[in-house]
């Protein structure tokens, strides 16, 4: 039998054994924050520098500055609409100014030819040869302007190089130095003199992004602004930041984000559901779920994380897909938006979990 002595000590060694495990569980519990993978952190400090830059001029839009950094990070081109004087030409020339990267901007109208944008070969008479004189898309973020005002074959020229990053003149390949980001800007087809795009190009946009008009305290805020400026030039107060180098780098990063099967499958359930709908005359293609993919990565790291998540998948479904989509004339006739449908079609696709 075990005398007092004995069981006092077994006693003290389940005691000392217990507090050892509750010690470990409530240090486990402390530690809940995870560690990435991936090392996000000078991704996330690039992202603020960037915002901080923005906003020193743009009041509000929020969500479209965010968007505008995911395409960039994505590698991808984004397509900005909204009524004239919401600041779609001025955000664009602003994050083009926060990062120390090569910019043009075009200016697109009726008369504008494919060899306005490309370039062309100019004969040498010195070398009695041609010479290829590059055109002003040749550079890392290109702004396009008003691209609903140029007609079909002008906007056929930048089919090439939104999609493979190259250029074909005479027989001959130029390649685009990277990063290479299209903004383009355009006013809503109900304004005249605008031509409607190509499916075809439309489908090169990773993004199309809606700008509505500020709030009541936003526009006094801006009135405020503009008032202080005292003749300074807005974009003066913009600093450049990111390196070709980086952006280069962080898109590689975004490429790394981890995602579970099952959200792919969660992705393809939503395009699918595209296809089948009844109010769509034409559902997504696989591209756009492959932008899907690439936007909700670019979202995570923007959140800090390595891995995506359903809201990621979320966020990217709208702009993704509400310029790749096309709703019925009935429908279209009863004032149905493909906006509305999308969000529609999330709301009745399960959630993985």
């Known amino acids: 039998m075990k005398d007092s002595n004995d069981e006092l000590n077994e006693a003290s060694e389940n005691t000392n054994a217990e507090e050892l495990k509750n010690s470990t569980i409530e240090n486990n519990t402390d530690d809940i924050s995870f560690e990435n993978r991936i090392d996000l952190s000078e991704l996330k400090d690039g992202i603020a520098l960037i915002k901080n830059e923005v906003e020193k001029v743009i009041v509000g839009q929020k969500e479209m500055i965010d968007m505008l950094i995911a395409s960039i990070l994505a590698n991808g081109h984004s397509l900005i609409e909204g009524v004239p004087g919401v600041a779609k030409t001025i955000s ?33 008479m010195k ?16 702004l ?39 903004l383009a800007t355009q006013n809503p087809v109900e304004q005249e003199g605008t031509y409607r795009l190509p499916e075809a190009q439309l489908d090169r946009f990773l993004f199309k992004i809606d700008i509505d008009y500020p709030s009541l ?4 805020e801006i ?6 400026l005292k003749g300074s030039v807005k974009t003066d107060q913009v600093t450049a930041h990111l390196s070709k180098t980086q952006i280069n780098t962080f898109q590689n990063l975004v490429e790394q984000i981890l995602i579970e099967s099952h959200l792919l499958k969660y992705i393809a359930d939503i395009i699918v559901n595209t296809r089948n709908n009844p109010f769509l005359y034409l559902g997504a293609s696989p591209r756009a779920s492959i932008a899907i993919l690439r936007a909700s990565k670019a979202f995570a790291a923007m959140s800090g994380r390595d891995f995506v998540t359903p809201e990621d998948i979320k966020r990217a479904a709208i702009p ?8 019925t004339p009935e429908r279209e006739m009863e004032g149905i938006t493909t906006k509305q449908i999308i969000k529609q079609i999330i709301e009745a696709v399960e959630i993985p979990r």
């Open 144 to 182: 396009i302007d008003e691209i609903n005002r140029a007609p079909a074959k002008t906007q056929a020229a930048l089919f090439e190089v939104m999609e493979e990053r190259q250029i074909t003149i005479d027989g001959k390949k130029f390649k685009m130095d990277l990063p290479f980001i299209v």
């Open 320 to 327: 993704v897909l509400q310029h790749r989509v096309i709703v």
């Open 223 to 228: 009135l405020n602004r503009e008032q202080n």
């Open 127 to 142: 070398t009695s040869e041609f010479e290829f004189k590059e055109g002003p898309i040749f550079s890392n973020m290109i």
């Open 217 to 220: 305290d936003e526009e006094v």
């Open 92 to 124: 664009a020339k602003l994050l083009a100014k926060s990062l120390d990267i090569g910019f043009s901007r075009i200016q697109f109208t009726p008369d504008l030819m494919p060899s306005d944008i490309l370039g062309t070969s100019v004969f040498n």
